[in-house]
């Protein structure tokens, strides 16, 4: 199955990056120098959503979902 499928079969919509994404900052600072979690970790900031992540770096951010 092609992701595209797979994305429409659970009906999850897809969000376009912004400028104010990309000029947001998340705060605190995430421990990664990683400029894509940056990213992610703003547009979580940015649109109030929850970052759902296994990567154990940012699994502990003030961002991240937690059960």
Do not use: N, S
Not at 19 to 48: K, N, S
């Amino acid at each position: 199955m092609k992701i595209p499928a797979v994305i429409e079969g659970y009906r999850m919509p897809l969000m376009a990056v912004e400028a104010r994404h990309v000029l947001a900052e998340a705060q605190p600072p995430p421990p990664t120098r990683d400029p894509f979690d940056r990213l992610l970790l703003a547009i979580c900031a940015v649109e109030g959503m929850r970052l759902l992540t296994t990567d154990g770096a940012l699994a502990g951010h003030d961002l991240a979902w937690r059960a």
